[in-house]
């Protein structure tokens, strides 16, 4: 029986290409692996805000997003935003342009997390953070030495992309 190949639209709801471009990234790094047998797409908004910072953002990404992917056919969907609902803002990868500045703060950031805690796991929550899982890994092996191997990262897009998968095996054959 021919294995008939399921897609996955990781949706960017934000205007920022740059955002998608980390996405693409993590796709191609997934396709080396040979972690995924999926097809999976990308997708940015045409327009609106470049980040989701609270609700007015969400509400305005939403009216240019839900109307322009009706046309765009997939098995799943997978929205790779994360919406600061308390309004507060958060600094994101993507708001530090320069590697090496992304690279020293997720260091530092990720040293005083693990310090003088007992942390298993370490989320890397929204679609500005795909792929960053490397330097995480980098500041506990830093920070705990031997002690880093008991800590997971968990990068949500990926995770998000692994439970579609898993739902698509679990579907019946398309006719």
Same mark, same amino acid.
């Given at each position: 029986?021919? %294995?008939? %190949?399921?897609?996955?639209?990781? *949706?960017?709801?934000?205007? !920022?290409?740059? @955002?998608?471009?980390?996405?693409?990234?993590?796709?191609?790094?997934?396709?080396?692996?040979? !972690? /995924?047998? /999926?097809? *999976?797409?990308?997708?940015?908004?045409?327009?609106?805000?470049? !980040?989701?910072?609270? =609700?007015?953002?969400?509400? =305005? $990404?939403?009216?240019?997003?839900?109307?322009?992917?009706? %046309?765009?056919?997939?098995?799943?969907?997978?929205?790779?935003?994360?919406?600061? !609902? &308390?309004?507060?803002? +958060?600094?994101? #990868?993507?708001? *530090?342009?320069?590697?090496?500045?992304?690279?020293?703060? @997720? @260091?530092?950031?990720?040293?005083?997390?693990? +310090?003088?805690?007992?942390?298993?796991?370490?989320?890397?929550?929204?679609?500005? @953070? #795909?792929?960053? &899982?490397?330097?995480? +890994?980098?500041?506990?092996? =830093?920070?705990?030495?031997?002690?880093?191997?008991?800590?997971?990262?968990?990068?949500?897009?990926?995770?998000? *992309?692994?439970?579609?998968? $898993?739902?698509?095996?679990?579907?019946?054959?398309?006719?």
């Amino acid at each position: 029986m021919k %294995s008939v %190949s399921r897609k996955i639209l990781l *949706i960017n709801p934000n205007s !920022s290409k740059s @955002m998608t471009d980390g996405l693409d990234n993590l796709i191609k790094d997934l396709n080396l692996q040979g !972690s /995924t047998s /999926t097809e *999976i797409h990308t997708y940015t908004a045409p327009s609106g805000p470049p !980040s989701i910072n609270n =609700e007015d953002d969400a509400l =305005e $990404s939403a009216n240019v997003v839900l109307p322009d992917i009706e %046309s765009k056919l997939s098995d799943q969907y997978l929205d790779v935003a994360f919406v600061d !609902s &308390d309004g507060q803002g +958060r600094e994101s #990868a993507l708001e *530090i342009w320069d590697s090496e500045e992304v690279r020293r703060k @997720m @260091m530092e950031a990720t040293k005083r997390l693990v +310090r003088d805690k007992d942390v298993k796991v370490i989320c890397l929550g929204c679609a500005g @953070m #795909a792929g960053l &899982d490397k330097i995480v +890994r980098d500041a506990l092996d =830093e920070e705990l030495g031997e002690d880093s191997k008991h800590v997971h990262i968990l990068d949500g897009v990926k995770a998000g *992309i692994g439970l579609l998968e $898993s739902l698509l095996r679990a579907l019946p054959p398309r006719a």
